[in-house]
T-cell receptor, first 115, second 109 residues
Framework: ETGVTQTPRHLVMGMTNKKSLKCEQHLGHNAMYWYKQSAKKPLELMFVYSLEERVENNSVPSRFSPECPNSSHLFLHLHTLQPEDSALYLC??????????????FGAGSRLTVL | GQNIDQPTEMTATEGAIVQINCTYQTSGFNGLFWYQQHAGEAPTFLSYNVLDGLEEKGRFSSFLSRSKGYSYLLLKELQMKDSASYLCAVRDGDYKLSFGAGTTVTVRA
C-alpha cells in the first residue's frame, strides 16, 4: 500500500446509526487532516492532527468525533448525523515543520449518504 | 475570513490552451497551490507558488502575483484526460489550507 488509503469508499447510514471512517497513510508524514467536500463548495477543513495531537477543530458539530491513535491512522466517528452531512469526506496527510511546500496528499475519499 | 474565487466551469478543445484564474483575499499568505481532481478520485498536487512569477512543469504552468492576490493555472496542448476539476488553494498559516470551490474543465474532441 502506498499513499493515503480511506475506507469505506461508500457508506449509507441512517440518522441514528454509529459508524466510523478510517484513514491510513504510508508516507511517514507527521500531520493528518479531515476535509469535507460538498458539491460546488470549497473543501472545508474539519480537523488537523499533528504528531497525534489535535491542533485544529474548525467549529465542527460534536456528532463528528475524530481519533488519531498514532501518526499513521486517523478515524472519524459518526453519530446521529443529519442528511446535510451527506458529502465526500477526504483524509489527507503532510510533512509539516520544514521549509517548502508542505504538500497535502489526499486519499480518494469516503462518500457518505445520510438517509 | 478567507475568500478564494475561481470560475465554476470552462470548456476547451483538445490541443488548445486554457487559463484558469484564481483571486484570493486571505488573512495570511504562505504559498498558493493548484490541485487536480478527477471525478471520484483524490485531489492530486499540480503546482506550488510562493514567490511572484511563473512556474512551469511540462504542459502545466502556474503564475502568481502576491500584490494583486492573483494566480492562474495554464494548461497547454489539452488532452481529453485533462477533463477534471482544478482547485486553487492558499496556505494562510500553519496547517491552514483554504480552497476555492474548484473549476470544472471539460475538454472536447
Amino acid at each position: 500500500e502506498t499513499g493515503v488509503t480511506q475506507t469505506p469508499r461508500h457508506l449509507v447510514m441512517g440518522m441514528t446509526n454509529k459508524k466510523s471512517l478510517k484513514c491510513e497513510q504510508h508516507l511517514g508524514h507527521n500531520a493528518m487532516y479531515w476535509y469535507k467536500q460538498s458539491a460546488k463548495k470549497p473543501l472545508e477543513l474539519m480537523f488537523v492532527y499533528s504528531l497525534e495531537e489535535r491542533v485544529e477543530n474548525n467549529s465542527v458539530p460534536s456528532r463528528f468525533s475524530p481519533e488519531c491513535p498514532n501518526s499513521s491512522h486517523l478515524f472519524l466517528h459518526l453519530h446521529t448525523l443529519q442528511p446535510e452531512d451527506s458529502a465526500l469526506y477526504l483524509c489527507a496527510s503532510s510533512q509539516e515543520g520544514f521549509s517548502g511546500a508542505n504538500v497535502l496528499t489526499f486519499g480518494a475519499g469516503s462518500r457518505l449518504t445520510v438517509l | 475570513g478567507q475568500n478564494i474565487d475561481q470560475p465554476t466551469e470552462m470548456t476547451a478543445t483538445e490541443g488548445a490552451i486554457v487559463q484558469i484564474n484564481c483571486t484570493y483575499q486571505t488573512s495570511g499568505f504562505n504559498g498558493l497551490f493548484w490541485y487536480q481532481q478527477h471525478a471520484g478520485e483524490a485531489p492530486t498536487f499540480l503546482s506550488y507558488n510562493v514567490l511572484d512569477g511563473l512556474e512551469e512543469k511540462g504542459r502545466f504552468s502556474s503564475f502568481l502575483s502576491r500584490s494583486k492576490g492573483y494566480s492562474y493555472l495554464l494548461l497547454k496542448e489539452l488532452q481529453m484526460k485533462d477533463s477534471a476539476s482544478y482547485l486553487c488553494a492558499v496556505r494562510d498559516g500553519d496547517y491552514k489550507l483554504s480552497f476555492g470551490a474548484g473549476t470544472t474543465v471539460t475538454v472536447r474532441a
